[in-house]
């Protein structure tokens, strides 16, 4: 019988999660350098390490699939396994435009975060709706895009995008190392 109750990660777990993994990731590469002793398994490590950020920034992002509505929950699989955000206590929105068109959102709880694409299922929807409906109500700042997408009325002062700190810091650290592993690679060569 599978498990149904809610399934909340906090964001610091996440991230000692993913510091783990960059850790195992390393670990790893540096065995099979040190085992293969040859220069193109350097190249070829900074590229699987690129790859392992990426995954790494998923996991600290809590990109779901498959939106549902468990109770008063919302819920996705993750590459972590299934995720709940509380819609009851809804701190915050964060919006988000990949290059490729897609939007995502990433909605806020007191504990954790669950980001989902955009639109959402229509079972998804209206809960979704009335549970941003609330949170506006209790004075959280919803972003004007996220606003406009729900059909809900705008905030004035609202940040545009919203978000989280440990997000932004998580993407500028995997922007950073991310740029260090090409400068690496260029200077390799």
Do not use: C
């Not at 939106?67 to 819609?87: C, F, K, M, W």
């Not at 709706?129 to 972003?143: E, F, H, I, K």
Request: zero cysteines; hydrophobic letters at 50%; proline letters at 6%.
């Amino acid at each position: 019988m599978e498990d149904t109750r809610p399934r909340r990660i906090p964001r610091l777990t996440r991230l000692g999660l993913s510091v783990g993994l960059v850790l195992v990731i390393a670990a790893a590469l540096a065995l099979l350098a040190t085992a293969i002793g040859r220069s193109w398994v350097t190249s070829v490590a900074l590229a699987i390490a690129v790859v392992g950020l990426i995954v790494i920034a998923q996991v600290i992002g809590n990109v779901g699939t498959n939106p549902q509505i468990n109770g008063h929950y919302l819920e996705a699989r993750t590459l972590i396994g299934r995720q709940s955000v509380d819609l009851t206590r809804v701190t915050g929105v964060r919006w988000d435009r990949s290059r490729g068109g897609t939007v995502w959102i990433s909605v806020h709880d007191d504990i954790t975060d669950l980001a989902i694409t955009i639109p959402v299922p229509s079972a998804v929807e209206p809960v979704l709706t009335d549970a941003l409906r609330a949170a506006l109500a209790r004075g959280v700042r919803l972003p004007p895009r996220v606003t406009d997408q729900f059909g809900l009325p705008p905030v004035p002062g609202a940040p545009r995008v919203g978000g989280s700190k440990l997000t932004i810091l998580a993407e500028v650290v995997v922007g950073l190392v991310a740029f260090a592993v090409v400068l690496g690679l260029i200077v390799s060569f």
